[in-house]
């Protein structure tokens, strides 16, 4: 009997649904005989006594034959759910050390499956992305250790980038907009020419990283003949030993960001905010568009260089808390 129950449930699990055929008619089976044996040794029991009995008994089996249906198709679909997921996985597994086209056409359709079947933390590390194009998909928690983005577009007003670490990428010429990123994580990038347009990364993590001008001018806003930062929040956030060498940053919110071992030199600003933004050992040599109207909002300028002896002035005069060590 265990034998005959273990490989009616094998064959449900697998889809073979002449199971439940052959199961409901071996119950009705059954219940006919049940019907006869009572009829032929229960005496002095009408007729209708042993009908109405019988249809008792017979809603009973059918109802218990539906809930097993019901409770063995829900374990097989979530069974073929994982499969399916587990699939998906191994080919990006086996595509990792493919560096061609093609594997990055493969990798870009099983990320768009895992994500409909509505997994996170995707495990992207090493993957071949050059040239790809991500667009209106949630890569929440995904991992891109040492992945390969460059020249990606990640855009669309749907793009989750929570949680996503982007480690020891190779970023040159990516392109990003209309994304949301909170507490996503830049580490150990060497970056030229990146375009980050309408996008929110509050509470980023940026360290020992390298944002640069190069000549070479594949697209962007507008051509990204250098680091572009657009109308993008970083507010809370926090940058640490990282360069921004002669980038440009227009509408950016740094609004309550700590900047440690900063460079910016060369870069240009054009309304940008820098409230209650705390900078320590930061470099603005050779900048433009640094007012003091912006600095006067920020919250420490510790060791910072490259103000101009005008503006420092000013703001010694005013404000002389600004440069003391922050606590």
């Known amino acids: 009997m265990v034998n005959v129950k273990q490989k ?5 699990m697998r889809g073979d649904h002449t199971s439940y055929i052959v199961l409901f008619k071996f119950c009705s089976a059954l219940v006919l005989v049940f019907l006869a044996l009572i009829f ?8 209708g006594g042993i009908i109405e009995g019988g249809i008792i008994e017979s809603v009973g089996v059918l109802f218990d034959i539906f809930i097993l249906g019901v409770v063995f198709h829900y374990f097989k679909k979530k069974g073929e759910k994982q499969q399916e997921i587990e699939r998906y996985k191994e080919e990006i597994d086996d595509f990792r050390d493919w560096n061609e086209k093609e594997a990055m056409f493969r990798n870009v ?11 996170k933390n995707l495990p992207l590390y090493f993957c071949y992305l050059k040239d790809a194009k ?10 891109f250790n040492g992945a390969n983005l460059e020249n990606v577009t990640i855009d669309g007003v749907k793009t989750n980038l929570d949680k996503v670490i982007f480690q020891g990428c190779k970023f040159n010429h990516i392109f990003i907009r209309d994304a949301k990123g909170h507490e996503i994580k830049f580490s150990g990038l060497r970056v030229k020419n990146p375009t980050f347009f309408d996008s929110d990364f509050s509470n980023a993590k940026i360290s020992d990283c390298k944002f640069l001008k190069d000549k070479e001018v594949l697209r962007g ?31 950016t919110n740094f609004e309550d960001t700590e900047f440690h071992r900063v460079s910016f ?15 320590n050992e930061v470099d603005f040599t050779n900048t433009k568009g640094l007012w003091i109207d912006q600095l006067r909002e920020a919250k420490i300028l510790y060791k910072v260089k490259g103000l101009g002896l005008e503006i420092e002035n000013v703001l010694k005069e005013e404000k002389p808390e600004l440069f003391e060590k922050p606590s």
């Open 8 to 12: 009616f449930k094998t064959k449900l």
């Open 40 to 47: 032929i040794f229960r005496k002095g029991t009408t007729l």
């Open 109 to 119: 359709g099983n990320i768009k499956r895992l994500v409909k079947l509505g997994v």
């Open 134 to 143: 991500l667009e209106n998909i949630s890569l929440e928690g995904a991992n």
């Open 221 to 251: 806003w507008p051509n990204a003949e250098c680091p572009y930062f657009i109308n993008t929040i970083f507010s809370e956030a926090e940058i640490t030993d990282s360069i921004f060498k002669e980038a440009y940053f227009k509408y």
């Open 265 to 279: 030199e060369g870069s240009s600003f054009d309304k940008v905010d820098f409230k209650n933004a705390i900078f």
